[in-house]
């Protein structure tokens, strides 16, 4: 299911200016990652494709359907939603925790028990921690379970909100990994927030980079961005000029190696491929 917004504001009562005319199109089956820092407005236009903000101007719609004339509750039916401390239910066990919104929707117990541990299957977590509860996970277990919870409604559109902002580096290298797989597997329509300009790019087959008031500095893909920076803004932000982005060469008695600005050798060139 494809994402568009269109002309979309939003002003709180106490006059923040959170987003400013925003119009994208997030397409149906892929993952757009809104990147940007603090305060840029990520959040605001991420909740409001659930409904849990509600737009000051403007149109959101989902399949050309403008969500502002559909039920809040049956759109959220449709829409999973990980959120970066995964939000769990302390007192319910994993299976439970997964299990919960079909059980309100309806799903008997015992039918939603069996399909959260398929789920559990997908996200990558052992059946044998299904009675554990959230306490007793890690935060990387915690963060797929979340996972599985919001797929628990089998959506088409799966919202993330920083989710992998909580955990440890490796960590979350392994749930952006998973995350890249469970796309594939699975074809949902992807909104990912993040801070972090290294997962947008490894994560969004479109990257929309936000200043304040989510004013776009910048939409594409990865690659387009990265060889043509739309402003000194965003060249700064993605830091062409720094870390494992600033590649030079370095000659070496078997070829050209690709050394980064830290100093460490990111890879051979490999001369005419690609
Ligand atoms: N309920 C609210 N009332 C007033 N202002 C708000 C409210 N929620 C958010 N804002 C403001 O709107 C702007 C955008 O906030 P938002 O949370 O969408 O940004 P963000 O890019 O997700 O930030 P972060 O990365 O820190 O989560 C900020 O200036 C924020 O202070």
């Known amino acids: 299911m494809a994402i568009e917004f269109r002309a979309v504001s939003k002003r709180y009562p106490d006059g923040t200016v959170a987003v400013d005319d925003f119009s994208v ?16 407005g990520k959040t605001t236009l991420l909740r409001m494709i659930n409904r849990l903000i509600e737009p000051s101007g403007g149109v ?11 039920d809040p509750v049956k759109l959220r039916r449709g829409i999973g939603y990980v959120l970066q401390n995964a939000g769990l ?18 799903v008997p117990r015992g039918r939603a028990r069996e399909r959260a541990l398929e789920l559990m299957d997908v996200v990558g977590l052992e059946r044998g921690l299904a009675k554990r509860y959230p306490s007793q996970l890690s935060g990387g277990q915690q963060q797929r ?66 200043e304040k008031g989510a004013r776009i500095a910048q939409i594409g893909t990865p690659e387009q961005i990265i060889e043509n920076p739309a402003s000194d803004f965003v060249a ?17 008695p078997r070829g050209t190696v690709l050394v980064d600005a830290a100093g460490r050798t990111q890879g051979v060139l490999v001369e005419g491929a690609a």
């Open 145 to 210: 379970v979340g996972v599985a919870r919001a797929l628990a409604v089998d959506p088409n559109i799966l919202l993330m909100d920083e989710p992998f902002g909580a955990v440890d580096p490796i960590v979350r290298r392994e749930l952006q990994t998973e995350t890249i797989r469970l796309q594939r597997e699975l074809e949902k329509t992807i909104v990912f927030v993040t801070h972090d300009i290294d997962e947008a790019f490894l994560l969004g087959d479109q990257v929309v980079i936000l």
């Open 25 to 40: 199109l997030m397409p149906a089956h892929k993952t757009t990652v809104l990147v940007g820092s603090s305060g840029s």
């Open 89 to 106: 239910l302390p007192h319910f066990s994993v299976v439970d925790n997964i299990a919960t919104v079909p059980v309100l929707n309806g």
């Open 236 to 252: 700064d932000f993605i830091g062409v000029e720094r870390g494992t982005r600033a590649l030079h060469a370095k000659q070496t």
């Open 60 to 70: 959101i719609a989902i399949d050309d359907e403008p969500i502002a004339e559909r």
